[in-house]
């Protein structure tokens, strides 16, 4: 168990719809990070924040947003869902904000039907 | 911009037998390396990872890897692998004065047969 939580595990959702996936970060963690990972494009990293605060950006299309909360939780946000949006999406999580090891949760499956 | 060749889309290997991941790198600039591994229907889990000093570092499981600068490789190697090692490995760089981030190769699937 690395000690980050995301919720839900499995998401079945329609074209079009939005989603949200939830993560816990480890304790005392102050860095989140989301990652994308599908057959095709294997494991592609998304978006970083840091206490709070953006601090990089990957390949994260327009209709996908997150944010940090002050509690340190994270929320991926995806909007007007295509087939294509179908992955495993991970968080991972770390102490510091330059990354020496992230701590990967166990992602949440989302289907788009 | 960083990226990582996984030589080996897919290893089967004999219970007991070592093996021998390979991972080549592509950079400008001084790196992190990691190895994590995936067993199925599961999150990552760092298995080593380089970041200075020594170039042969030790990780979980028996598993070690190698840096090496010249040839810009860090492949992970096991001298006797186990049933239990059947899973998705993936190399992983990072840069460790720019975006926070972690650039995958496309993993190696590792199948170990009895």
């Known amino acids: 168990d690395s000690g980050v939580t995301q919720t839900p595990k499995h998401l079945i959702t329609a074209t079009g719809q939005r989603v949200t996936l939830r993560c816990s970060p480890r304790?005392?963690?102050?860095?989140v990070y989301w990652y994308q990972q599908s057959l095709d494009q294997g494991l592609q990293f998304l978006i970083h924040?840091?206490?709070?605060?953006?601090?990089a950006k990957g390949n994260i299309l327009e209709r996908f947003s997150a944010q940090q909360f002050p509690d340190l939780h994270s929320e991926l946000n995806l909007s007007s869902l295509e087939l294509g949006d179908s992955a495993l999406y991970f968080c991972a999580s770390s102490p510091v904000p330059r990354g020496t090891e992230a701590f990967f949760g166990q992602g949440t499956r989302l289907t788009v039907v | 911009a960083q990226s990582v060749t996984q030589l080996d889309s897919q290893v089967p290997v004999f219970e007991e037998a070592p093996v021998e991941l390979r991972c080549n790198y592509s950079?400008?600039?001084?790196?992190?390396l990691f190895w994590y591994v995936q067993y199925p229907n599961q999150g990552l889990q760092l298995l080593l990872k380089y970041l200075s000093g020594s170039t042969l570092v030790k990780g979980i499981n028996g598993f070690e890897a190698e840096f090496n600068k010249s040839q810009t490789s860090f492949h992970l190697r096991k001298p006797s692998v186990h049933i239990s090692d059947t899973a998705e490995y993936f190399c992983a760089v990072s840069d460790p004065q720019g975006a926070q981030k972690l650039v995958f190769g496309q993993g190696t699937r590792l199948t170990i047969n009895p």
């Open positions: 924040y840091y206490n709070g605060e953006e601090r």
């Open positions: 304790s005392g963690d102050l860095s």
């Open positions: 950079s400008s600039v001084s790196v992190y």
